[in-house]
């Protein structure tokens, strides 16, 4: 499998990269992942350039937190802390993305020299598919019931949680593809309108998804389900959280996943060594 994003070529091949995740936003829920966002861009641009060299192969930029309760951008906010960003990083050569369901949005990002829309809504706004086509870029689909700020709210009963997942990214991705988006990656969306248990249940089944052969994403760094897990409430700061963060990308990764999105660079890259480690050595003895 090859990540195709602009003029980069990502090999995953019997491996797994990192994406890092960058937040300009002055409110995320993991507070230690906030770059600064007053009046310059270089602190930002600094810290992405932090993620790179710890091992994010791509650095995911987002201003707009899914968080319950969090203050809602206009797109115009969200462009001016996203977009400088974007292009002082594609200036120092690395991959970026850019997180958001804003059209508006992804249109300036995409003028910025963005390599790849990340929409936690699915692209299920037209608008969004028509940035995606338009510049023909590469575009991340992730499954989630309601609304970004709302998941916690909805409705969590499955009646297979895998089959339902399964179904909405693979109905986007014919869309995108018909449309004429670039590579089209899928995210089953985990902590998004579901159980900690269907969280499991989903992880369980990430090969079907990578038997699709399209990229999969997991993100699932720090996520509230973790600490659900835990049985420590969904605090995404609680302890325990980062090593439970460490097991659950380091089984993502076990099962085939392309990329795994993280907040923690530098520890969640050396459990993955490994395992890139192990999985080339399963190859190679399976011939």
């Not at 019997?14 to 507070?31: E, F, H, K, Q």
């Not at 002082?88 to 790849?116: I, K």
């Not at 990430?206 to 994403?217: D, E, K, M, T």
């Amino acid at each position: 499998m090859k990540l195709e994003l602009g003029e980069h070529t990502i090999d995953c091949t019997n491996r797994t990269v990192l994406m890092g995740i960058l937040n300009v936003s002055d409110d995320s829920p993991v507070a230690g992942s906030i770059a600064e966002v007053s009046g310059t861009v270089t602190a930002a641009r600094d810290r992405g350039l932090e993620l790179h060299a710890a091992g994010a192969r791509i650095v995911d930029i987002g201003a707009h937190s899914t968080g319950a309760g969090k203050r809602d951008l206009t797109a115009q906010e969200e462009i001016e802390r996203v977009c400088p960003v974007i292009e002082a990083l594609r200036a120092e050569g690395v991959p970026v993305s850019v997180d958001t369901w804003n059209a508006d949005v992804a249109s300036a990002a995409a003028g910025a020299g963005v390599h790849l829309l990340n929409d936690v809504t699915g692209f299920t706004d037209p608008a969004m598919v028509a940035v995606a086509a338009d510049h023909h870029l590469p575009v991340c689909v992730m499954q989630m019931r309601g609304d970004p700020k709302m998941h916690y709210e909805v409705d969590q009963t499955y009646e297979d949680v895998a089959a339902e997942v399964r179904d909405f990214l693979f109905e986007r991705t014919a869309t995108l593809e018909a449309a004429g988006a670039g590579q089209v990656w899928i995210d089953p969306g985990f902590g998004f309108g579901k159980s900690a248990d269907d969280n499991v249940r989903m992880l369980a089944d990430l090969p079907g998804l990578v038997a699709s052969g399209r990229p999969v994403l997991v993100s699932a760094s720090r996520k509230g389900f973790l600490a659900e897990l835990l049985k420590r409430g969904n605090d995404q700061d609680t302890e325990g959280i980062l090593e439970a963060t460490l097991a659950f990308n380091t089984l993502a990764a076990y099962l085939g996943a392309h990329v795994v999105r993280v907040h923690d660079v530098d520890a969640v890259a050396d459990a993955i060594q490994v395992v890139n480690r192990a999985r080339a050595a399963m190859a190679e003895a399976s011939g």
